[in-house]
């Protein structure tokens, strides 16, 4: 019965995912707080029961949310390479930039609860996250201590750039995604968040600044 068994090995997959789907819409909704098990199931379209053959409590469902969207931000990220002559060092800083922008847009839910829901959920889940901002750091760091050994990263502690840089990524992922500014596109943001590294300790010739996106005409 090898057929049957995978059509239900498929058929647990997709309940398990149709929970995480409805889990993600109640704790952007109503905060991971106020949430409710009841309140996922409702959403979800199946009985109390179902959701313990999956998941322990809400806390777990939450938990696998997190760190699911934090690999795909941290998979979006490449390391730079400085001895390949078809990728300039200068687009590889703009290609992972828009590579971070472009996931958090297209997650706009799981951008909200990660910046606004997922601090102080408890000491264990605190240190989860402290991890991952800082495997963040680490790789950032290194790439600007590289940076300046190449001469296109300005003076400073690499450490404390890239804790300046990824807090301004961050307020400007956070405004975009709970403020309204939903008409922004990826490539508008990345441009934005490049330019502002540009003016700042990037020290890049204007003649390798990758072309600025056309403005999109007003209606």
Request: overall charge positive.
């Amino acid at each position: 019965m090898p057929g049957a068994k995978r059509r239900a090995e498929a058929a647990k997959t997709e309940r398990r995912e149709q929970i995480l789907r409805a889990a993600r819409d109640v704790f952007a909704r109503r905060g991971y707080h106020h949430a409710t098990i009841d309140d996922i199931v409702a959403r979800a379209g199946v009985a109390r029961g179902t959701f313990y053959l999956y998941f322990e409590d809400k806390r777990a469902v939450f938990s696998e949310l997190i760190d699911r969207f934090a690999a795909q931000i941290t998979q979006s990220i490449q390391r730079i390479v400085t001895d390949d002559p078809a990728r300039p060092v200068v687009q590889q800083v703009r290609d992972n930039i828009r590579a971070i922008v472009g996931t958090c847009l297209s997650e706009r839910t799981m951008t909200k609860i990660l910046f606004t829901d997922a601090v102080g959920v408890d000491s264990d889940f605190d240190r989860k996250l402290a991890a991952f901002y800082e495997s963040a750091v680490q790789l950032l760091t290194e790439s600007l201590k590289e940076g300046q050994s190449l001469g296109i990263v300005g003076e400073g502690e690499p450490r404390v750039l890239a804790y300046l840089t990824i807090g301004a990524l961050k307020e400007l992922l956070y405004q975009a995604v709970t403020l309204g500014f939903a008409e922004e596109t990826a490539d508008v943001l990345t441009q934005q968040m490049f330019s502002f590294l540009s003016g700042g300790y990037l020290r890049f010739r204007s003649t390798d600044a990758p072309p600025r996106p056309r403005p999109r005409p007003r209606r």
